[in-house]
């Protein structure tokens, strides 16, 4: 069970929130679902916000995620609309590489925010890719707390110049196969 708003206001403070993280993760034993692998992505912002994971999701598609801790909070004892944000802008742009092998970059990223998650849930997101041209994608995602539905993304991503070899994201999935 996640700590009520009275045991969360008491667990306020690092040792707090320390103690707070313990209980999150003793309600899920198993903090990482079936499938998933961990991406390779631990530097800069992308490794303080995560770490993420993908898994394939049986139907040609790549689900990623991560379990959210308190670090990803806010006062308010829902996630940071900043945390869900940085997730999604990151495996937006992580699909277009998978999927383009070409780098990008962010040009446009709307965000609609639906429900609260908190500490402990999985956190899962979903891509779709609506339109590639040579030198844009444009994408939808959503944002998925356990079982509700958090967040609803549009997107447009700038797609660099092909570098002769295709780049993929450090452990990152593979690129779609062709049929």
Known sequence: MR????????LSGAAGRCQMIAMTRA???DAIPAGYKRMGETEGFIGLA???YWRDDGA???EYGFRAEAR????NGVLHGGSLT???DTVLGYEVIRVTGRRCATISLNTEFLAGGRAG???TGKVRIRKLTGSMAFLDGEVWADDVLVVLNTAIFRLFRHEGVPHAVPDGPAAPSAS
């Open 50 to 52: 995560g770490p993420y």
């Open 121 to 123: 849930d999985w956190i």
């Open 27 to 29: 309600t899920h034993p």
């Open 72 to 75: 990803h909070g806010n006062p």
């Open 86 to 88: 940085t997730f999604m």
């Open 3 to 10: 700590p009520d708003p009275a045991e969360r206001q008491a």
């Open 60 to 62: 040609g598609a790549v």
